[in-house]
């Protein structure tokens, strides 16, 4: 296969150096461009078989007719989320194939991470330490164990982190559109609905995917039926979460923390060094004001087991798509992905 030729767009340094190894064993002619794929540079992919793009590449229905037009064939997603590709219009017009699990542990590790973080408040204990103020007001934390914990979402990364918390003693509620029963009797974790999660649960952890379902499940409704001083964690998509109602609930203290891997409108700022520039997010902005809130730029996928399998398995996408293969990753309109 080492006559494809692939257009990488979107590339860190750490992305062209796990594909370049991997890319060893399978020989595709790979360009590496270091930013977005958009209707501006749509262009670039001229030439090009198969382009791979990340979670904050757009492609819309007129992009997907261009690439179609400069002979692109295949669209690869080094993610597991596709909802930032219009797959009706590529529906017959080009193939979409998605790395569906990379490391489901690397992300609900993180999500306990952020949970632990803020807890016990190891953010803020670390910047007093270094200015050698070891007083211990305002750091005061609670024990995990025992606590109800509300996972909403039981995928694999789900399924990860149930097993991590009832670790700590915790007790978990479980809320699927697909509830794996099975599952919750081995753990000794139960389904219940939305509202009992809401209700009941100390921390609440959101690792679902993003559906006309799910956008904004979390609002001011249904912040007002949780408990008051709940945390509240966000591993899956950003607009899960009407950000504008969250900071509501920080201000009230409805919601006593909050941890944020994503954001709803993430694509303009996460995975970029912004360091030099005014932050033009008013949201982001006063989100990064609290001190009880941490946001991460998505990073909860980047370990090197992660990083390793989401180029095996991009890379293996696209060999079994020119070499003709069932293509087991591929995501298409209403065709149950």
Do not use: W
Not at 56 to 62: F, G, I, L, M, R
Not at 69 to 96: C, H, M, P, Q, T
């Amino acid at each position: 296969m080492s006559n494809v030729k692939v257009a990488f767009f979107d590339a860190k340094p750490y992305d062209i150096e796990s594909f370049n190894e991997l890319n060893r064993d399978f020989r595709f002619t790979i360009k590496y461009f270091k930013f977005h794929l958009t209707a501006d540079n749509v262009v670039l992919a001229q030439g090009y078989d198969a382009v791979i793009i990340f979670v904050n590449d757009t492609v819309d229905a007129e992009m997907i007719m261009k690439l179609k037009e400069y002979g692109v064939k295949l669209i690869a997603l080094r993610s597991a989320g596709f909802n930032n590709v219009d797959l009706k219009a590529a529906l017959n017009n080009i193939s979409v194939v998605r790395v569906p699990a990379y490391s489901p542990h690397a992300i609900a590790e993180h999500t306990v991470a952020l949970m632990l973080t803020l807890n016990r408040k190891v953010h803020r204990a670390y910047f007093r330490t270094r200015d050698t103020n070891f007083a211990l007001n305002g750091l005061l934390g609670f024990d995990m164990y025992g606590k109800t914990a509300g996972v909403i979402g039981t995928g694999r990364i789900g399924k990860v982190l149930v097993g991590i918390l009832r670790g700590f003693g915790m007790e978990v509620l479980l809320n699927d559109m697909y509830p794996d029963e099975a599952f919750a009797a081995e753990t000794g974790c139960r389904y219940t609905t939305l509202e009992e999660v809401y209700r009941a649960s100390d921390i609440i952890s959101l690792n679902c995917p993003l559906t006309r379902e799910t956008e904004y499940m979390i609002n001011s409704a249904t912040i007002a039926m949780m408990k008051k001083g709940v945390m509240l964690i966000n591993t899956g998509r950003g607009k899960l979460i009407r950000t504008a109602d969250l900071i509501e609930g920080l201000k009230s203290g409805q919601i006593g923390s909050a941890g944020l891997d994503v954001y709803e409108e993430e694509s303009q700022f996460f995975f970029e060094d912004l360091s030099d520039r005014v932050l033009a997010d008013d949201v982001l902005a006063r989100l990064l004001t609290f001190n009880n809130v941490i946001i991460t730029s998505h990073q909860g996928f980047f370990t090197r087991e992660a990083i390793r399998n989401i180029a095996e398995t991009t890379l293996k996408n696209i060999d079994d798509f020119f070499a003709g293969r069932k293509l087991v990753n591929e995501v298409c309109f209403n065709c149950g992905n």
